[in-house]
């Protein structure tokens, strides 16, 4: 085969180096594209010649000492890096000549089982690990300072890791959906274990890159199934891959695995009680059981007694009780019970509960467990104090929870880059022993209290995307996480540069442009989303993603005309602030010496409170949203000078994130800031604005006119006049405008002409004010479209037999059964039903729904014909929903959030004369699936 420029490009530039065919390459102006997947591990050719002629003459062969499957994995890695980096093949022998690069593991005290030492010899390079670990992350340190093209001279290196848990928690289910994860399915295909995948190796890589040497693979919300016997060999195949590169496989545990897995079998057991003796024995036999399997098995990741989750609570017994029932049996193998903290019900004010309850256990928990904490006392806010129970249990190991998947942090949508968070997190000084220490990251790395069982656990992004993360820039939130848990000293500076090296090579601009985007980016988003410490403003039962401030009130802020914030003080408020060291009560106690970023957590206070910064609050809050929502289209226009420089398809990748990212910064501020003008009819002193809002309930109907309700405040000091319209889509829309006056302060609502194409679709849509200046939430506002029942064959609402009905459309309840001349309904066993309530229109707010499949029978009309469904559930997170008829999938939904809905559809033929068409519903095994709207239009 003779290597083109092109076929280089085809199969990309790895593969055909690593492979050893090509002694250099030309320089392109534009690299090549590529999709992500390699993440900081890309072992591209070094792209600078002398340094590439030095390495070359440094690195010529790779040599093990020592026969380890973990040596054994840093030599491949050495090898396959290698030779991608210097665009020849650098193989592993058995000889040392020149030139090599021995790996080897001798035990040593002061680097530990995990440290290395990477030295440079007259005619060799030395990686030695204080241990097997300590090798493979000496070995990928070396190949992350060629990537970054260090000088053969600046080589030697001595490191060890801070935290001894360095640890991933996945949130991964059975049926391979990911809690809070927004980057696909699971990586791991459970069903399929023990077969293994490819890709299975290279996330351990990943893992071992970055020195993770822990990891939990399944959701907290734990399933007992993962402890069946029968899964337990699968589980030990893909502990086997991990093991290779360093890492243990560990598993969340349902407290209540002995009743669900004993139910229904020759002994059943009724209870979970960790003072049963059965209990007992069967938790026994059952450790006993996996250690036969996976002999280096970490332990159990266990959530108990926390939303719903079963516990020793529910047995009168203490969290102490529970996990040392645990940590007793796992104990002799070497085993850990890592117990969560997160538990948030049953006092007035979440902040407080965990340390309530958790804070009179210390000292109770047993040396093999660990007591697992976020690192604040609500759940994952952009930001938040650092949970007082960090320095309020001395007596007790402790791992630090971060998340990194950005469940409150804008999915994969908004770029928000947590390691300067993190550092604030773990540089906190808690005060709580001498001077100010110890903080958070003396406290997780065991130096406070002289400890080993301590850590840092990150929730993790990872999904089967190619990408892994859901977005290119989220992969450094994976990263970041890894390398804070190795040396929490490293600066948010220093790692971010790392990251982008690692990633986009060492171009300037690239760096440059990206690193400011990155370090600004958590600040931006509080920013806009979030300051002053406001907390938690959205749904709180939904995906956590979109601003809805007024479902949070009493939750996490008390907002009246007068002011807003949450009184948490000790001296009128809750007494969140009296649980911490005498130091920061009286900082966090006072209004005068609270800082900002921290005031409405701590403190109720009045719109016109004047902050250190020197604005009112109302103020600050206006200019915030403002700010930030600026920043982000600098980031966008920051990115955009980057063309070129970066690979087409990621530059393009992150491009569209960046417009997407654009448009939700806008919808929260416009949210957020239209909010507390509501209460505080307040004028900006920068002007104000006019904000328009949509009265609940609207649906527009394709093919015929609708007025849609608008209602324009107008939030200056002074009368306006303007025209508004609905922006048409494209020339299938037809709209009107219509002109109004507004006095200051006062609103007036208008009904705008639009007349849809006959679609079943969600549509955004803006509203443009004539003539134009600030008018908040006017842009891409979600609309759902239906077809105007009378263009329609068939145009059914499907729902509860008594929530109320589409105009034009025929219901379709769980008691509509088939007949002929309706032409619908159920055959078989009819589903069931769900009405959300009146904050939806008649569409959406109630649906059908159940278990197993479902049977929907329909007359088809003569000939081509479309089917749409709408699917999607105004309350809890909705699994997908699937139709067919007989063997043949007509269409099917993904899952989808709750509040998220969507249009699928089909393209199905009625035939010369029209027939009937059984449709079955279904979702994937034991899911719920859901249909809200039917509609039979003319094929398009
Ligand atoms: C949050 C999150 C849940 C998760 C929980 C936990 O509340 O929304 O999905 O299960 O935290 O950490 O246990």
Known sequence: MTITRRTLLASGAAGALAAGLLPGLPSFAVPPSEDGYDLWMRYRLVADRDVLAHYRAAFTHVVVLGDHAVLRSAGSELSRGLSGLLGRSVPVRDRIGDGAVVVSAKADDTLGPEGFTIRRRADRFDITGGGERGALYGAFRLLQQVQRQRPVEQ??????????LRMLNHWDNLNRSIERGYAGKSIFVWDELPGLRERYVDYARVLASVGINHTVVNNVNASAEFLRSERLPGLAALAGVLRSWGVRLWLSANYASPITLTKGGPAPIAVADPFDARVQQWWQ???DEIYRLIP??????????SEGQPGPLDYGRTHADGANMLADRLAPYDGKIVWRSFVHEGFDDWAEYQYRVFHPLDGQFHENAVVQTKNGPIDFQVREPVNPLFGGLPRTNQMVELQI???YTGHSTHLCYLVPEWKAVLGFPTYTGSGSGPTVADIV????????NVGMAGVVNIGDDRDWTGYQLGAANTHGFARLAWNPRLSADEIVTEWIELTFGLDRQVGSVLKAIMLQSWETYESYTSPLGMGYLTY???????????????LSHHTTAAGTGFDRTAATGTGFTGLYAAHWQEIYGSLENCPDELLLFMHWVPYTHVLQSGKTMIQHIYDSHFNGYQRVLEFRSGWGQLAGRVDAARYADIAATFDAHVVEAERWRDTIVSYFYGFSRTVSARGGWLQLAYPGGQLLFGGRANSLAVQVTNATDAERSFTAAVRPVDSSWQVGSVGATVGAGGSATVALPVIPPLIAGLVD??????????????????????PDAAQCHLALDIGTADSPLVTGYARVSPSTTWSTTRGYGWVGTAPQGRDRGSTWDALRRDFVGDYPARTLRVTLPPGPVRLSAL???GGPDCPPTIIAEGNKVLAASTDLPGGVFTWIHADLDGGPTGRTADLTLDSEPDRFWHLGALVLTAAP
């Open 285 to 287: 036999d059952k450790i």
């Open 296 to 305: 280096d098995f970490g332990g159990f990741l266990v959530k108990a007694n």
């Open 765 to 786: 849509l803006d509203i443009d004010i004539t003539p134009a200046q600030t008018a908040l939430s006017s842009r891409n506002q979600t609309f759902v479209i239906t």
């Open 155 to 164: 080589l030697n290196t001595t490191d060890r890791p801070a935290s001894p």
């Open 445 to 452: 790395t065991g130096v406070a209290y002289d400890q080993e």
């Open 405 to 407: 998947t950005q469940e």
């Open 871 to 873: 699917v999607g559930d």
């Open 540 to 554: 709180p039962l939904g995906s956590h993603f979109a601003p809805a401030p007024t479902t949070t009130q009493n």
